[in-house]
């Protein structure tokens, strides 16, 4: 079975445009979560989507949106970049709704974006 | 909100040392995972602790959740260098509350 996919690998973007980063969870997942990870840093948690529906947001800015579609897989899109949103975006799928107990989460490689 | 520390940020031990990390939060733990990230690599899921006072091993990872479900750590016995990476704990109340730690780089000199 194939694991989560993300596209593009690599993004080179100038401050002020827009940016779609795309996921493809894992075959029967329902469940994707994005995050952003500054180099160096730990993952910041952005969004969790379930059954096409947002379940958990974290603390960014409206600039970014997200969406998941009936197939599951799932866009994240960033308005006005800025120099500061350079980091590696990544997406994680997982069975289902993370409840009290979380459920497994698996990573994808993560989209590389560049904000010059 | 909530802040979850790991350290040491980084260790450095010769090959067939041991090594521990330690993840410490200002707030109560729910559920922690720990992950492995290798360097340009993504997060891998390693373990999920959930009750107070757990204790989990996998092969040389021995894997525990503090009493007052405030820490957790990591100890790998005997490190090889495949085990170089950095190591994240990850706390998890539910789908509104996610947090990773500052992370655990570790390089292996063999």
């Known amino acids: 079975d194939a694991g989560v996919t993300q596209s593009p690998t690599h993004l080179i973007k100038t401050r002020g445009q827009h940016v779609t980063l795309r996921c493809s969870p894992i075959s029967g997942h329902k469940s994707v979560s994005w995050y952003q990870q500054v180099l160096g840093q730990g993952p910041q948690f952005i969004f969790q989507y379930y059954e096409k529906e947002e379940r958990g947001r974290g603390n960014f800015p409206d600039r970014f949106s997200a969406r998941q579609f009936p197939n599951y897989s799932s866009e994240l899109n960033v308005n006005a970049l800025l120099l500061g949103d350079s980091a590696l975006y990544l997406c994680?799928?997982?069975?289902?709704?993370?409840?009290?107990?979380?459920?497994?989460?698996?990573f994808g490689p993560g989209t590389r974006l560049t904000v010059l | 909100g909530q802040q979850v520390m790991q350290i040491p940020q980084y260790q450095h031990v010769q090959e067939g040392e041991d090594f521990t990390t330690y993840c410490n939060s200002s707030t109560t733990l729910s559920n922690i995972q720990w992950y492995k990230q290798r360097p340009g690599g993504h997060p891998v899921f390693l373990i999920q602790?959930?009750?107070?006072?757990e204790v989990k091993k996998q092969k040389r990872l021995t894997f525990q959740f503090g009493e007052a479900k405030k820490n957790s750590s990591l100890h790998i016995t005997a490190t090889q260098t495949t085990d170089v990476g950095t190591y994240f704990c990850e706390d998890s109340g539910g789908y509104q509350k996610v947090t990773f730690g500052t992370g655990t780089k570790l390089q292996v000199i063999p």
């Open positions: 994680a799928s997982s069975p289902g709704l993370a409840g009290r107990i979380r459920d497994t989460q698996y």
């Open positions: 602790l959930v009750k107070s006072g």
